[in-house]
C-alpha cells in the first residue's frame, strides 16, 4: 500500500489529498489565497486523523514545486520537506502547470490537440508550458509576456487548449480559430496519480537542496 500526502499550495485555491495508490481517500481545499499558511497544517492533521492513521503511515509527500505563488510554493515546500526530514519520508515533486495539464487531459481527452495551461504572473506575463494529451512536453514551463503572435508557430498546424487564471487576458488578444480557451477544475489529487508513479519508480527530490520553480525572479516593491 502506497499512502502519498499531495500538497498544493501554488496558486488561489490550495488543496490537499489523501491517496492510495494513486486513488483519492481524502480532500480537502482552501480558497482563501491569503489564509494558505494558517490553513496547510491544519488541514494536514485534521486529514490524517479522520483517516484513521498516522504520518508515520506515509510512503511519501508531494507537492507541487511551481510556478505560481510566491509565498504559496515556500508555504507548501516547507510544509513537505519539514514532514520529510523529521520522518525520513522521500519527498516527491511535480511542475504546478504539469499537474494542470494532468487533469486537462482527463477531461479534454482529444489526442490532436495540445494543452496549454496558462497561470497569471500579473500585467501581461504568464506562467505556461506545452503539453500533449499523453503528458508529453512540447514546451517547457515558461514565463511569457503575451502578445498577438504568442504560440503562433504552433497555432498554425494544430488546436490548442488555454486554461487557467490567465485566460482572461490572452482571450482578449487571441485571433487564431485553432485558440480553444476553457476551465478546467483541477486539485491535489491529480497530483496523487503523478506521484504515485513516481514513487513506483524512485524518482525522488533531493530535501535538502530543491528548492521553489519560480521561473522568474522574484520582485518586490518597496517604497522609498
Known amino acids: ?20 495508490n494513486g486513488n483519492q481517500l481524502l480532500l480537502s481545499q482552501n480558497g482563501e489565497q491569503k489564509d494558505h499558511s494558517a490553513w496547510l497544517h491544519v488541514a494536514i492533521a485534521e486529514m490524517i486523523r479522520v483517516s484513521n492513521n498516522k504520518l508515520k503511515d506515509l510512503s511519501g509527500i508531494a507537492v507541487t514545486e511551481g510556478p505560481g505563488s510566491y509565498t504559496g510554493l515556500r508555504v507548501g515546500l516547507s510544509a513537505a520537506k519539514g514532514i520529510c526530514y523529521a520522518l525520513q519520508l522521500p519527498l516527491i515533486t511535480e511542475s504546478t502547470l504539469k499537474v494542470m495539464a494532468f487533469a486537462a487531459s482527463f477531461q479534454m481527452p482529444d489526442p490532436s490537440l495540445l494543452l496549454c495551461p496558462l497561470i497569471d504572473a500579473r500585467r501581461m506575463e504568464v506562467f505556461t508550458a506545452l503539453y500533449k494529451t499523453d503528458m508529453r512536453e512540447i514546451m517547457p514551463p515558461s514565463a511569457i509576456v503575451l502578445d498577438g503572435n504568442s504560440f503562433a508557430e504552433d497555432l498554425i498546424s494544430q488546436k490548442i487548449f488555454f486554461f487557467g487564471s490567465g485566460i482572461g487576458k490572452w482571450g482578449k488578444i487571441s485571433t487564431s480559430d485553432n485558440a480553444i480557451l476553457g476551465e478546467i477544475g483541477w486539485n491535489a489529487s491529480h497530483l496523487g496519480i503523478l506521484s504515485y508513479q513516481k514513487l513506483l519508480h524512485h524518482q525522488f527530490t533531493d530535501i535538502a537542496y530543491c528548492q521553489p520553480a519560480y521561473i522568474k525572479e522574484f520582485y518586490s516593491y518597496m517604497k522609498k
Not at 12 to 20: F, G, M, Q
Open 1 to 20: 500500500m502506497a499512502l502519498i500526502l499531495n500538497i498544493d499550495t501554488s496558486t488561489e485555491t490550495a488543496s490537499i489529498c489523501l491517496s492510495e
